[in-house]
């Protein structure tokens, strides 16, 4: 399910010393659950885009991953192309 794949995720970020991840805002909430994520600290920044970044998520992001820039992108939603970026 969901949750596995998530774990997956987060252990593969860990394993694999990823440093700059793209997500949704949502998934990437759901993917700060995860204890393996939190264990992870090679992530030097972190892209958000697609929907809505709420400060809970930016928040959540900071606790979790405090190394790490979080940059809001924007552009239209139908394709999760950036247009700009704020971090």
Do not use: W
């Not at 990823?18 to 994520?37: G, I, R």
Request: with cysteine.
């Amino acid at each position: 399910g969901m949750e596995t794949n998530l774990s997956l995720m987060a252990g593969m970020i860990e394993e694999r010393g990823v440093s700059v991840a793209f997500f949704t805002p949502s998934h990437f909430a759901m993917l700060c659950n995860q204890p393996e994520f939190a264990r992870s600290k090679s992530l030097k920044a972190v892209l958000l885009a697609g929907e809505a970044l709420s400060v809970e998520v930016v928040t959540r992001c900071r606790s979790v991953q405090p190394q790490a820039v979080v940059v809001n992108e924007y552009g239209p939603t139908e394709t999760t192309t950036i247009v700009t970026g704020f971090d």
